[in-house]
């Protein structure tokens, strides 16, 4: 019975030498296939791990929108690397970097080549590492000497390398904030002042609540999703490119059947921290949300500084304060910790565990024959030197690219609020808007849903027009008046009834929800409220706002034309007082409140439009230059729309529009004799029943 089983070990024995001596004489071929394989497998697991996953949260997003008809205004999306995620990105990139010529592109393949260069460079390091440590044990001085000057040169390279790869990366995030900026600027505050596409500023702020705060996303979300869209590249492409060519000089030296089995056992811990890896780019979006919200409480207050201080609101608004950096403060804790917790799996995974891996791998060429290598102790330590630097930089190398799938997780935060704020700003031009409505508004569905027409005339005509607020609370439903030029209209009425919002309507701030405007164009009205907005500038940049010097020297006007214009407001004399028109202050605390609403008159006689609006504009100023305002106004040919409850305005208008408050009006002639009369006969009637 023994000699079957003795038969049959040596046929077993003599299969697995001839196994043996095939393989190696194979073996060459068997290596490039593995090589092969392996960078095959790198660039389809790298792809497989960054490509979009479905999310489960989108099905069940769709169908809440389905089912609601718009997802919860305010509420901050999903974010993941997903679909959704590259959906989002590719459309940024093709704002910046527009063409393969464009010097966003040219500055990419820079960066490219240096990355190139700069592994070349590393794998030249490893070697000579070797070489070093080969001579000392051998005791061989010259060659030693001679590699140490090989090491100094090829630092020259190497750092140059470096700097410049920080240099273009930096160049490369300036490069993409500067285009996303101009872009977003050129919507937001951009020339298509007319026209339903207009005055997406004013629109994003009031019309909308999807962009809560749109200066911090411009401002600041804006330059970290360049910071991060900048550095994305280096951290995937070179740690990629290293862990290829590392592995392949690698799989040279110590044979790629160790690098076959390294990979399987790197990969399977690999799947395992990933699914551990919580959601930072959810993470990321949350805390520049919250950071904004904090940004916007603390403007309030130095906003309304003023009521407030009267008020005696300091306790309210510290609490205010201190709730909204409470919730950050909580929110940044929470990541802190989980960053922590999974920082210590993180380094123990891919230092320790892979670092032991690593030094399984190094000892194959010292208890194994690999056919090439030497055998002596110089040989052995130089192989094991050289093999030790190349494993390390190339577990680094692999470790980046696990750390860059957090790096895109938080770049998916800033994608997504970059998006959000395009996205918006688009819906906005094409006047589709989310916004809370008010639960009356749901009675008046079909007029939300409806939209009226604007026609560019020289008159001002509503017919049956509905006075609709944002937030959809119908002020008035149908509203019908005709105005000519020259025929000043005088508009009153209680508060909220819709005076002001007929004015957006006029300016193309708010949509119309039916009916027929016909209108001139928004550029032909000019506003001048109870408190005149004064910009940044020159005393002459408040007068010709928006115009510059330039502008106003274009169109024939002088200094001393500003200067007769200041004359029929009594204003002339702040020239001198404040130093010339070329002193620049912050004009909204050197000016009384009086002297605002004359410099906001001679704004509006130096730009000298068709109509002008007039919300409680001469409540600050004496009646006798009141009259002198309304009487050149008059002479320049501007029609008034005035809102005021001055009965001394009343003899400048022609015609009257009379808010009830109850969703009705009254539109006719303006008889000012008769109404001062009954004004007169109403005051007597009020002050004998205060008498009884």
Not at 188 to 214: F, I, M, T, W
């Amino acid at each position: 019975m023994s000699a079957p089983l003795t038969l049959r070990s040596k046929s077993f024995g003599e299969r697995f030498k001839q196994f043996s001596r095939a393989y190696t004489v194979h073996r060459p071929l068997v290596q490039r296939f593995l090589n092969a394989a392996f960078i095959f497998y790198v660039l389809g697991s790298t792809y497989r791990g960054l490509s979009a996953r479905p999310n489960s949260s989108s099905s069940s997003t769709r169908k809440g929108k389905a089912k609601n008809d718009g997802e919860e205004v305010g509420k901050p999306p999903r974010v993941a690397v997903d679909a959704l995620f590259y959906q989002r990105l590719s459309m940024i990139l093709r704002i910046v970097i527009p063409s393969v010529r464009s010097k966003e592109a040219l500055l990419l393949v820079m960066h490219s080549s240096l990355l190139v260069f700069r592994t070349a460079i590393s794998l030249y390091v490893a070697a000579l590492d070797g070489k070093i440590v080969a001579s000392l044990v051998r005791a061989q001085p010259l060659e030693f000497f001679w590699n140490i000057l090989r090491w100094l040169l090829v630092a020259i390279p190497a750092t140059w390398t470096n700097s410049w790869l920080s240099y273009i990366q930096n160049k490369l995030a300036i490069a993409y904030r500067t285009r996303l900026t101009r872009e977003v600027m050129k919507q937001y505050l951009g020339e298509e002042a007319e026209g339903p596409e207009g005055k997406v500023y004013y629109k994003l702020s009031n019309l909308d609540d999807r962009v809560k705060n749109p200066d911090q996303m411009i401002t600041h979300d804006i330059q970290r999703f360049s910071t991060h869209l900048a550095a994305i590249y280096s951290n995937l492409a070179k740690p990629v490119l290293d862990v290829i060519l590392y592995n392949y000089q690698l799989s040279q030296n110590v044979g790629a059947e160790g690098l076959l089995l390294l990979t399987i056992l790197v990969q399977s811990s690999a799947v395992m921290l990933r699914r551990l890896t919580p959601p930072f780019g959810m993470y990321a979006a949350l805390s520049a949300q919250l950071s904004g919200s904090l940004r916007h409480t603390h403007s309030r207050s130095a906003e309304f500084a003023e009521e407030i201080a009267f008020m005696g609101g300091e306790k309210t608004e510290k609490m205010l304060v201190e709730r909204e950096y409470a919730t950050v403060i909580k929110h940044e804790s929470q990541v802190l910790s989980r960053r922590w917790w999974f920082g210590c799996v993180e380094e123990g995974v891919i230092k320790w565990l892979w670092g032991s891996y690593g030094l399984v791998l190094c000892a194959i060429p010292v208890f194994f024959k690999i056919p090439g290598t030497q055998v002596d102790l110089g040989g052995r330590t130089e192989g094991f030197v050289t093999n030790r630097r190349l494993l390390l930089s190339s577990s680094d190398a692999f470790g980046r690219v696990m750390y860059s799938y957090k790096d895109l997780s938080e770049l998916a935060g800033y994608t997504a609020r970059v998006s959000l704020l395009l996205d918006t700003m688009n819906d906005v031009r094409k006047g589709k808007f989310e916004k809370a409505l008010v639960s009356t508004a749901r009675e008046n569905t079909h007029i939300l849903r409806g939209r009226g027409q604007v026609i560019e005339s020289e008159d001002i005509q509503f017919e049956n027009v509905p006075i609709v607020t944002p937030n959809g609370d119908v002020l008035v439903k149908s509203l019908s008046f005709h105005v000519k030029p020259g025929q000043h209209l005088l508009i009153v009425g209680p508060n909220g009834c819709g005076k002001s919002s007929l004015f957006r309507i006029l300016g193309g701030l708010w949509p119309i929800y039916g009916g027929v405007v016909r209108k001139p164009m928004a550029s032909q009205f000019i506003l001048i409220p109870q408190r005149p907005y004064l910009s940044l500038g020159t005393l002459r940049d408040q007068v010709i706002y928006p115009h510059s010097k330039s502008d106003m020297e274009a169109r024939g006007t002088t200094d001393e034309d500003l200067f007769r214009i200041l004359s029929i407001v009594e204003m002339e004399i702040i020239v001198e007082r404040e130093g010339g028109w070329d002193i620049s202050r912050e004009w909204r605390d050197a000016l009384s409140g009086g002297d605002k609403q004359k410099i906001a008159w001679a704004r509006l006689f130096y730009h000298n439009p068709k109509y002008a609006i007039l919300d409680e504009a001469t409540s600050l100023v004496p009646t006798k230059m009141e009259g002198l305002m309304m009487e050149h106004a008059t002479t320049l040919g501007i029609t008034l729309l005035t809102v005021s409850h001055r009965p001394s305005l009343w003899k400048y208008h022609a015609l009257i529009l009379h808010y009830d408050g109850q969703g009705g009006y009254v539109f006719t002639k303006l008889d000012a004799e008769k109404r001062l009369a009954l004004q007169e006969e109403r005051q007597s009637l009020e002050a004998k029943l205060l008498e009884m």
